[in-house]
């Protein structure tokens, strides 16, 4: 009866060891595990840019997201990557002598440059909406990608708000043959071709 009650004994201690060893591991591997997510959420995280907006917590919040997710979508378009020193500020104002809508500011120390983007949310009292915003940030962005893929050698603009059509000079084409009066010493039956101008608005001539 002692020796079954050694056994038992001596089955717990071991049990109770081995429990204590199988803890001690897994503490040791979920710390190491955790520590790992840690550095590379933080590397991730450091490859993002810094987002600063000045509105209340829950909007704040939508529009860092949507500004990140906008600027690198339009880096990876370009095949380049974010600034690791850019650092975009989304304000109720900006001003550069007037208020506009965005503002681009370089800063360059030991041949290392620093990027502020200053977005505006209002401009003349007015709320900008969130495709303006946008439309800000990528124009700023364009510059700060200069110094990574070069200047622009070609700009094109188009304006769709004037409502004035391009006029383009056009080619003479023949119409129909109109009859010409007779006795001004042509054949009564010759006719003239009238002609078309085949810009667009164009009378025919």
Known sequence: MATTRRRTRKRSCLLCCWTTACRETAGRILVAIGRKVGTTYRHIRSRWPKVIVDAP????????????????????????????????????????????????????????????????????????????????????LSSVFADAIGKPVLSMSLDLESGTPARVGGSIVDLRPQPVPAGNGHDPDAASLSRLTDFIGGDAA
Do not use: M
């Open 57 to 140: 917590r829950r909007e704040a919040w939508q529009l860092r997201r949507l500004v990140r997710k906008t600027a690198r979508g339009y880096a990876n378009a370009l095949g380049v990557g974010l600034p690791a020193n850019l650092a975009i500020i989304v304000q109720r104002l900006v001003f550069d002598g007037h208020q506009v809508n965005g503002l681009l500011t370089a800063f360059e120390s030991d041949g290392e440059r620093r990027y502020v983007i200053q977005l505006a949310l209002s401009v003349g009292g007015r709320e900008v909406n969130d495709g303006e915003l946008l439309a800000a940030l990528r124009h700023e």
